[in-house]
């Protein structure tokens, strides 16, 4: 049994989020349809914010008090992307205005949604983050803020903030960096490059690779076999592994600040190759039409 939101179920309608609770998973299914592009504009990050309120109308609190483990799958509906990241043109125009409020509180919009992925929206939910097209930037730091990474090999991710002497200050270093530790973490942000998932299913980046357009059936079978064997424990464990080295607000703010500073601090020269990448942001978007939902 599924459920959408929609105004019938009293449920808040979302403009850049298909969500679905179903029940018989103990899974909601969270897609982006972002838009006027596929990157973490202020409306989408405000919608996933605001999930914490819909969640509990959905059921979700209920399931999981009967001892179900639940989870939260996100992903994209846009055909071969899963997030172009951060909003490059409003970052271009913050800088150029010296607008520090406005990249503080845009920072703070990030941080606040890889927070609530990453400690499962206040609630017991494992989050699954399904990695079916390219997810660069804030894409790829969204991703990496669930508990659990499946990509589908072939996809392409990348951190390319090195490119306009940047660095990605929502999140990449603190999940990175509990994967894989300081060293290769900075190797691959310095990097860079855009990565295959399978060099970082190697690396350890992502948890479980599938094969193209497998993504969703691969999901499905981890949840149903962490419902079916040992539901109790796949649930206790997973508490377990938020408790462990946990990535914290404070940590996630302090090196969002970084960020903010770093970014007044771009040239003229280093604001043009961002130019450069917003443009091709808006490229991949008209040759890339949204999935229609449904």
């Not at 990605?168 to 990565?195: C, D, H, Q």
Request: with cysteine.
């Amino acid at each position: 049994m599924s459920i959408e939101l929609s105004a019938t179920n009293n449920v808040k309608m979302y403009e850049q989020l298909d969500v679905e609770w179903n029940h018989d998973e103990g899974t909601v299914w969270c897609h982006m349809i972002p838009h006027p592009r596929p990157c973490f504009t202020p409306d989408l990050l405000a919608e996933i914010k605001d999930l914490p309120e819909t969640l509990p109308q959905l059921g979700v609190g209920k399931a999981i008090d009967s001892g179900t483990p639940c989870f939260l799958v996100y992903g994209s509906r846009v055909p071969g992307i899963f997030n172009l990241g951060g909003d490059l043109d409003l970052f271009r125009k913050l800088i150029q205005a010296r607008d520090r409020l406005g990249l503080e509180e845009y920072a703070r919009a990030c941080i606040d949604v890889s927070y609530l992925v990453s400690t499962g929206f206040g609630l017991p939910l494992t989050t699954i983050s399904l990695i079916q097209g390219t997810a660069l930037g804030g894409g790829m730091e969204g991703a990496l803020a669930a508990n659990l990474v499946v990509a589908e090999r072939g996809v392409q991710m990348g951190l390319p903030e090195v490119l306009f002497n940047m660095f990605p200050g929502m999140g990449a270093y603190s999940f990175l960096s509990r994967r894989l530790g300081i060293n290769e973490t900075e190797r691959v942000i310095l990097s860079g490059k855009t990565w295959q998932a399978e060099e970082l299913h190697d690396l350890g980046v992502i948890d479980i690779l599938a094969e193209p357009g497998q993504g969703e059936t691969v999901v499905r079978q981890y949840i149903s076999e962490r419902q079916r064997r040992s539901p109790n424990a796949a649930m206790a464990l997973q508490q377990v592994r938020k408790l462990m080295n946990p990535v914290s607000y404070a940590e996630l703010e302090q090196i969002a600040m970084v960020w903010v500073d770093a970014a007044l601090r771009l040239k003229e020269r280093d604001l043009k190759i961002m130019d450069r990448l917003v443009r091709s942001q808006n490229k991949v978007t008209q040759q890339q039409p949204m999935a229609q939902v449904g």
